[in-house]
């Protein structure tokens, strides 16, 4: 995992109180919930200082997507 997935997945499994998560899992069947996930929504706009499109934010189910994401809007 690159350094921005290990940032991203350890955010996730804090929040979730998930022990692992692999790059590639979906987020939501490894036990997060929706409440947590806005929760995860303002953590990674503040520690990658971006804006995540909500829509796009719910598109992005793992954490390979999430850094996708993030990355996108960083460049944008």
Do not use: W
Not at 13 to 30: G, R, T, V
Not at 31 to 51: H, N
Request: glycine letters at 2%; a negative charge; charged letters at 20%.
């Amino acid at each position: 995992m690159s350094d921005d997935e290990q940032k991203i997945s350890a955010a996730i499994c804090q929040l979730a109180n998930i022990p692992a998560l692999a790059a590639d899992q979906d987020i939501y069947n490894a036990g997060m919930s929706s409440i947590q996930a806005l929760q995860l929504l303002v953590e990674l706009e503040t520690q990658f200082e971006v804006t995540l499109p909500d829509e796009a934010f719910v598109a992005a189910r793992t954490v390979q997507a999430l850094k996708l994401l993030v990355h996108n809007q960083r460049s944008a």
